[in-house]
């Protein structure tokens, strides 16, 4: 078991432009979670999976953010028209089953720089 | 609205003392999981120690345990004979049992060092 990872690490972007994070939960993790984590902030919930179907968004995510998991493995996020304020830490996490037992694993993250 | 709050953001400690890292939340639910997440310079967060509401008896895992104080809706970090490795952002976080979405609410942390 690999843990879940993330790609790219880091992200360096202009603004207006368009990016893309990659999640690969532990296999066979069935809940697959974003968050996103702002300089001297505690990660903020973003949105949720179980399996392929998102089931909960934050306000957070507006319209310029879309997040896929096609085949309830791997997840997309992406953020169109970057903005300087979408600079943070974009963690992913998953768990087994979801519910409020189970643990959430964490990725490395992906930091994103808007210029 | 639950919330989480750790007011302090930065500790420092001599290596092998022990040290506590507050924590404060504030929740009408009764049944609820509370959690301290260690995030190391290197950025992954990893799970130090979990806490279920409805148990009375404080939760502890080798060199960590909690001061869970329901009515006070206190849950204090005890970090004993602390470790180089130790040194990291620690965040309490909250979990409702019965949230339909399983986010985790997490306060903003308290960097803490670990001096040799």
């Known amino acids: 078991d690999t843990g879940v990872s993330q790609d790219p690490r880091h992200k360096i972007t202009k603004r207006g432009q368009n990016v893309t994070f990659r999640c690969d939960p532990i296999s066979e993790h069935n809940r697959l979670y974003w968050y996103r984590q702002t300089l001297g902030q505690g990660p903020e919930f973003l949105t949720y999976?179980?399996?392929?179907?998102?089931?909960?968004k934050s306000r957070l995510l507006s319209d310029r953010f879309s997040a896929e998991r096609p085949k309830g493995s791997f997840s997309t996020l992406e953020i169109q028209r970057t903005e300087q304020g979408d600079s943070a830490m974009y963690l992913c996490?998953?768990?087994?089953?979801?519910?409020?037992?189970?643990?959430?694993?964490f990725g490395p993250g992906t930091r994103l720089t808007v210029l | 609205a639950q919330t989480v709050t750790q007011s302090q953001p930065e500790m420092s400690v001599q290596e092998a003392e022990t040290v506590t890292l507050s924590c404060t939340y504030d929740?009408?639910?009764?049944?609820?999981?509370l959690f301290w997440y260690k995030q190391p310079p290197s950025r992954q967060m990893i799970l130090v120690i979990r806490?279920?509401?409805?148990?009375?008896q404080n939760a502890t895992e080798n060199r960590f345990s909690v001061n869970f104080q329901k009515a006070a809706k206190s849950f204090s970090l005890k970090i004993s004979d602390s470790q180089l490795g130790d040194t990291a952002m620690y965040f309490c976080a909250f979990i409702d049992s019965y949230g339909r979405d399983d986010k985790i609410i997490f306060g903003k942390g308290t960097r803490l060092h670990i001096l040799p």
């Open positions: 999976f179980q399996n392929e179907a998102q089931l909960e």
């Open positions: 929740t009408s639910e009764n049944n609820y999981y």
């Open positions: 806490q279920e509401a409805y148990k009375q």
């Open positions: 996490a998953s768990s087994p089953t979801g519910g409020a037992a189970d643990t959430q694993y």
